[in-house]
């Protein structure tokens, strides 16, 4: 009988050492995924941190102010008798674009606010509605073409729509050359009121 008690002793030990294996291997096996669990979720957070900046960079880049643009030699508008159409290269990057644009002003005679030594440079842009307004020789005035409002040689407000004049732009002079910074201001306005 001793022997017989001695096997029923000895068959519950066996089963129950592969149990507690099966344990400790279980135990090994979701520690290892969890370690490669959290080994992938921070290389995908450290991947992903270049394209998150790539994705949020347009919203947190400034846009750059326009260049100083060149009009030429300052004494070749000492003497006009009527506003010079010049045509300036204007180059701006916002966020991932670069645009170059091609604007329109004109040089005039005046003493408006922003003038420098009796020499105004003008935005062609109606202070309307935003139209290009040609300078009309015959007339020597400028004349929008959409909505009526005629300008003086200077830019002053002649006759509406428009509820002021021409708008001027800042200008300087380095080393004998003429320079004009465009901007873009907002219409429909009394006053004059930057944008951007």
């Known amino acids: 009988m001793t ?17 507690q294996d099966i344990r400790v291997l279980e ?10 669990a959290i080994g992938s ?27 100083w643009s060149k009009l030429g030699n300052k004494n070749q508008y000492a003497s006009i008798s009527a506003p010079v159409r ?11 674009m670069k645009s170059v644009s091609r604007k329109p002003v004109y040089v005039t005679k005046g003493n408006r606010k922003g003038s420098l030594e009796g020499t105004e440079v003008l935005s062609a842009v109606c202070p309307h509605l935003g139209c290009d307004v ?20 200077d830019g002053s407000l002649v006759q509406g729509p428009a509820q002021r004049g021409m708008d001027t732009l800042p200008i300087k002079t380095e080393e004998d050359v003429l320079m004009v910074r465009y901007q873009y201001f907002q219409a429909l306005l009394p006053n004059k009121k930057l944008v951007g």
């Open 86 to 96: 010049k045509t300036i290269d204007i180059e701006q990057v916002n966020g991932w």
């Open 41 to 67: 979720a921070t290389m995908g957070a450290l991947l992903s941190i270049p394209l998150v900046r790539y994705a949020l960079y347009p919203v947190f880049a400034k846009t750059t102010s326009a260049p």
């Open 27 to 36: 135990g090994r096996r979701s520690f290892f995924l969890w370690l490669v």
């Open 3 to 19: 022997t017989v008690s001695n096997q029923q002793n000895e068959e519950p030990s066996r089963p129950s050492e592969p149990i």
């Open 134 to 153: 040609p300078w009309n020789a015959d007339a020597k005035k400028f004349m929008c073409p959409c909505h009526g409002s005629v300008f003086a040689p």
